[in-house]
């Protein structure tokens, strides 16, 4: 069965300052990779996928992810964070299974952001 | 275009009763996954319907059961609440067919007391 591990549990950064947030998988084959978002008492938005072809892939509010298949990693990258980026930031996977993808979550890392 | 819709927002239920919750999915899509969140626990999986047919399920026990409508729609029932069922309950919507992205709704927070 596949598995997610968000090492880092909760990252301060400032604002302005570059931010990465890690992700682990555990599965036999490449899988679909997602970095989801939550606010404070919110569901879930979609900020980027990963389903082939190019391991660099761009999503909304300036946020890239990459991944390196020999790590078995999906890194969230932004190069300059504002305070409103503050947010609990999930990776998931999804096993490709021809439309039946479950998604299987990590434990979430949460971000503040200091002036 | 409406997104992801999950009623009641809030909802708060003693043990042992029986609860439903109910979502209605992204337009265009025909695919229900539900997800449990405990407090400061990621999503997990409980079930996904297709075609009003239960097509995979989570570790979940059978006290969680649901329906899918026609028109896609969707209920998510928990019978015999337990302390443990608190937590926020998500709905996703897909479009069935291979790598299509969930989209999650806001969900609806369960408090068993």
């Known amino acids: 069965a596949q598995s997610v591990t968000q090492p880092d549990i909760h990252i301060t950064v400032s604002e302005g300052a570059s931010l990465e947030l890690r992700c682990n998988y555990s599965?036999?084959?490449?899988?679909?990779l997602f970095w989801y978002v939550q606010s404070p008492g919110q569901g879930l938005q979609l900020l980027l996928k990963?389903?082939?072809?190019?391991?660099l892939v761009q999503g909304i509010k300036g946020f890239e992810a990459e991944f390196k298949r020999s790590q078995s990693s999906f890194n969230l990258r932004k190069p300059s964070v504002h305070w409103s980026d503050a947010a609990e930031y999930f990776c998931?996977?999804?096993?490709?299974?021809?439309?039946?993808?479950?998604?299987?979550f990590g434990t979430g890392t949460r971000l503040t952001i200091i002036p | 275009d409406a997104g992801v819709t999950q009623s009641p927002t809030h909802l708060i239920k003693t043990r042992g009763q029986q609860v439903t919750l109910r979502c209605s999915p992204k337009?265009?899509?025909?695919?229900v996954s539900w997800y449990q969140q405990a407090l400061g626990q990621g999503p997990q999986f409980i079930f996904q319907?297709?075609?009003?047919?239960?097509?995979q399920r989570g570790n979940f026990p059978d006290r969680f059961s649901g329906h899918q409508f026609p028109n896609y729609s969707s209920e998510l029932n928990v019978n015999a609440l337990l302390l443990g069922d608190s937590a926020l309950y998500l709905c996703?919507?897909?479009?069935?067919?291979?790598?299509?992205?969930?989209?999650f709704g806001p969900g609806t927070r369960l408090l068993v007391l």
């Open positions: 337009s265009g899509h025909d695919t």
């Open positions: 319907y297709y075609e009003e047919e239960e097509r």
């Open positions: 990963y389903f082939s072809g190019d391991t």
């Open positions: 599965y036999g084959a490449t899988p679909y």
């Open positions: 996703a919507s897909s479009l069935a067919g291979d790598g299509e992205t969930q989209y």
């Open positions: 998931a996977v999804g096993v490709p299974n021809f439309g039946n993808e479950k998604l299987t």
